[in-house]
């Protein structure tokens, strides 16, 4: 058939971008996952000149002369920095798409609680980056779609994704949304109650990066049964003293981090629990019964599966590859981009 071959030939530029707000992943059609970077911008203090962007700027974070700042462009889950965020869409879709781009198509996924203006910003940043038409989907239909759930049958699907800065818990049905909330406290905020513990508890300042890896390395919400060696792990931190200012080390314990990480897990949970009192009986009954789905980074965090379940009373599941799941949705709807027709209309900036 000469007339696909020729099609995808043209739409084989064609990429979905999961623009998150702690990292960026570009999805080609027919390749996967390309790229998948920080979202971050370093640049010349006072100018909105880049001079690095994605993995290199994230190495410069907190390591920066005075002359350089390290931008998050998209730090609280909209875009917080406008040119910095076009540079950032820029540079990503030139490394992912060499060549030509003018007849590049892109699905972009946004958060669900963006408005009308962020929305125009985010495709009229995307069409600069040089594409010819821009779709935009939303995050949770993304995350849900990349976790394998049914989403186009007659049958609710819970979805939390938490990300860096926001966590969005959804209930999808029939290929829609039926009630959404958008919450702004994710990894960066578990973060931050790291470095608030250590600065109160111990009288040491941390840097924000310094506090994720404390996360990473022996973060919990709660005690996973099969995992009894998460309990006793330990991680020595360097800082500054808040008085004083010389640099201490200072060792911390799984425990006292799970503390520490207790109010903003809280609000996670507190979440979930009210979008479920918002859904439908019939749709609350198809989540009970077939369990709520984690994605993002956030969801990597152990027990916090365990702990959802416990305070929900509903089977909670993490997805696979759940930092891919957003870049892994907008790439299914990449795929179908010919298929899905006017279904999937392109927006205008
Ligand atoms: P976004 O979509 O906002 O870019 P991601 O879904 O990429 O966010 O998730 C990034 C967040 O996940 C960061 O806050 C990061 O610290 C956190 N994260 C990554 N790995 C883990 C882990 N193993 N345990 C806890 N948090 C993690
Ligand atoms: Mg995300």
Known sequence: MPQVSSNKTASS???????GTANTLVYARGHGIVLNEPSVVAVRAGTSTALAVGTEAK????RTPGSITAIRPLKDGVICDYEAA?????H?????????????????????????VERRAIVHASTRAGARAVHLIEEPMAAAIGAGLPVSEARGSMVVDI????TEVAVISLGGIVTSQSLRVGGDRLDAAISA???????????????????????SAW?????????????????RERVGGMPRTLELSAAAVRSALDEPVEAVIAAVRSTLEECPPELSGDVMEHGIVLTGGGALLPGLD???????????????DPLDCVALGSGRCVEDLDALGGLLAPARA
Do not use: N, W
């Open 306 to 320: 365990l702990r959802m379940a416990s305070a929900t009373g509903i089977p909670v599941f993490v997805a696979d």
């Open 86 to 90: 076009e540079e950032m869409i820029r």
């Open 59 to 62: 190495e410069t974070i907190g």
């Open 197 to 219: 513990y250590v600065r109160q508890e111990h009288g040491l300042l941390i840097g924000e990066r310094t506090a994720e890896d404390v996360k990473v390395a022996i973060g």
């Open 13 to 19: 530029r064609d990429i979905g971008i999961d623009l």
């Open 163 to 166: 990300g860096g800065g926001t």
């Open 223 to 239: 005690p996973v049964p099969d995992r009894p060696e998460l309990e006793t792990r330990t991680f020595t931190v360097r800082g």
């Open 92 to 116: 990503f879709v030139r490394k992912a798409v060499p060549g030509r781009r003018s007849r590049t198509r892109m699905v972009v996924c946004v958060p669900s609680g963006v408005t009308p």
